[in-house]
DNA sequence: TACCTGTGAATAACAACGTTATGGGAGGAC
DNA sequence: GTCCTCCCATAACGTTGTTATTCACAGGTA
């Protein structure tokens, strides 16, 4: 489980076609994600893709569970420090960047898009994020849970139930991200100075940190490396 | 411009297709918007979705348009009163009984949602939310402008840019109705109680308000005829 | 009344999609 | 060698969005 072609050494039928489905979803939108058109990129018939995976719904599922996973991974890369705000500002950070370097895949992951396969079997909204990418999606939330625990641990915010309020950061991401996605903040950048980084600080604040603490944690995470990402715990 | 068949007599073809559009929607979702089947369902043939629509694509934008005017209308209802904040948490509500009244035609609105027209022309997503339907669109979030505008001016919160801060709230309150609408809060009711409420109660006091006066208001949000909706500006 | 004009709708056809049935060919088991 | 079992290519079927063609009918003019 993982990142495509993880495990295998040469890359399969299935390897390739699910990569190409990946790729493609990004470049070209949820509409573009055809049998016929997926399978003659990797030079095969439609065949392959009934046959690896029985049809474009599971096709699709086997694309949200693979999202999912890169998510997970790209979360996990955030570093821990002895700064918990730090930490969920930077995982934060994160989050928002992985939506935006891969909108079509995050739209798809959270059940949100409904691409062409039209002959889709009825599928139920509650039930949307297919059963085999549940795991997945739970993984990467964890990261979140496990962010507001050591902050409450910490004392600089107060939560009594670590996943209600990481349910209350996430509803605020998740909610900021589509819309920058959708381009409602207009060109680069002024959504998140304007609204992403007052958003998680007045939320902060509302669960008991201190206006200047968080911004000095802020100043922290954008310090280390000038690209908002800080690779591991000690400085490069 | 309006509801459906607002203006004219007696239903036209096209406010009757329009019309069965937006309730096929909800009703099977999205891949369910088919020209034939529809056209079937007011007893016409295909031709009339070309010539009142010209295609597919266009309809599905009058889907959304129409959508967004059913939202402002929504919004508009929500009362005035002395209490601003009070308004702000009644005008939440509202937007999260309208999304979960409508959950297909709200992500249709939002441009998540593509549904089965696989011959789209290749649409953009900063320009996705079709121009027709943008005007719609920022009249529904100019009553929270509005309601930030007033709430900062009576003092309850700081809000030196009210449309920032209304971007805020935005996001917070899409977020979490989308992952509601998704189902990832579990049955009735508790996500409401248990991560929407505290969230915008969270927000609100880093906006600076107090925690007090925020459930103050909430108190007279929920008093005002157990629906939540408090129809005309007096108590009743 | 007779005639022209234009708009709207039905019929039929076309390309493309997801899917399924059919058949062939490569690689191991005995 | 012979058989068995997967994969995969080919071809077909039903359905979709779309377009071309044709027809019907309402309204104005002589």
Redesign the pocket.
Known sequence: MGVVSETTRQS???DRLLAAAVEKLEASGPEA?????L?ADI??????????FG???QLLDEVTREGFARFDAELARVPRSDDTIADLLALGIAYRQFALDNPQLYRLMFGLTTP?????KERDLTTEGSPTSVSEGISAFNHLVDAVTRAAESGRIQAEDPVAVAGQIWSAAHGYVLLEITGVFGHEGHGLVRTLQPLIINLLVGLGDTREGIEASLATVFDAGGAARRRSPERR
Chains 1, 2 share one sequence.
Request: proline fraction near 7%.
């Open positions: 399969t039928v299935r994600l055809q049998a016929r058109p399978a030079g095969a018939s439609t065949m392959a893709v009934y046959t690896h049809g474009m719904p062409g396969t039209r002959r889709a």
